[in-house]
């Protein structure tokens, strides 16, 4: 009898062992659990606010640069054609003072007509700057085109291009985005870059749309914050997020600088 409890006793202890040890092995995976989700939680977490700063940053870059925009219309504004203004309106007072020879009459008569003519043109010039009619009316290829036109006409620098663009591949608002990276890019191989050749490629590969930019000169040190954060970079930068696209730069200290962008 006494033989029978001990197997039974025995018995039980082993399932109690048993019982005890698939708790903790429980608790044991519950934790595990837990912790490895508190882990992917606090990545995912630390991941969206890397995407929120990014966010911000463009933001920010975009703000300063509608800024730097609106201060050189201003600037435009103030000093062509308030300029030209102003020598209208003294002119305009010499004819109503009437104290004029015929002669002198048809000098001021024409310098009115003249810097008339110059203020339409300086207005159309700004207009043309804030949106050209062209990429509204005909679009990114015809745009680009004649922008790389005006440039080589001005002899400032030579641009090649080969522009195998589908119309309307884009939207007209992400045609203007990738328009103003276009200006943004031969303006900074201009004034910054003093580069003397540059060319444009863009093209439709796997459903892709493939822009490359290069220039030869004078390039830049990646490395240094101050070059890749510049406001010409955050504006590309800035636009190409807007377009849901990403880039790649290669440049370094007078050896050119070349931009690839995948849209």
Sequence with gaps: MEELFAKENQVIAIVLTGVVLLLIMGVALLLFFFFSRKKIVEKQLEKKNLEID?????????????????????????????????????????????????????????????????????????????????????????????????????????????????????????????????QELINNSVRHGKAKNSSIDICLKNNKLLFNYTDNGVGFNMKNKKHKKGLGIKNIESRVALLQGNYTITTAKNNGFKISITL
Excluded at 93 to 106: A, P
Excluded at 165 to 178: A, D, F, R, V, W
């Design 54 to 182: 990014h966010q911000k940053e463009i933001i920010q870059s975009i703000i300063i640069t509608q800024e730097e925009e609106r201060k050189r219309i201003a600037q435009d504004l103030h000093d062509d054609i308030s300029a030209k203004l102003n020598v209208i309106n003294l002119n305009a007072n010499l004819l109503k003072g009437g104290d004029l020879s015929s002669e002198e009459y048809v000098i001021v008569n024409d310098t009115i007509l003249e810097v008339t003519d110059k203020t339409l043109e300086s207005a159309r010039n700004i207009a043309h700057n804030l949106l050209p009619p062209i990429l509204e009316e005909f679009g990114l290829k015809d745009a680009v085109e004649e922008l790389a036109d005006s440039f080589n006409n001005s002899k400032k620098i030579t641009i090649d291009y080969n522009l195998a663009y589908p119309k309307g591949y884009l939207i007209s608002e992400q045609e203007l985005h990738l328009f103003r990276i276009v």
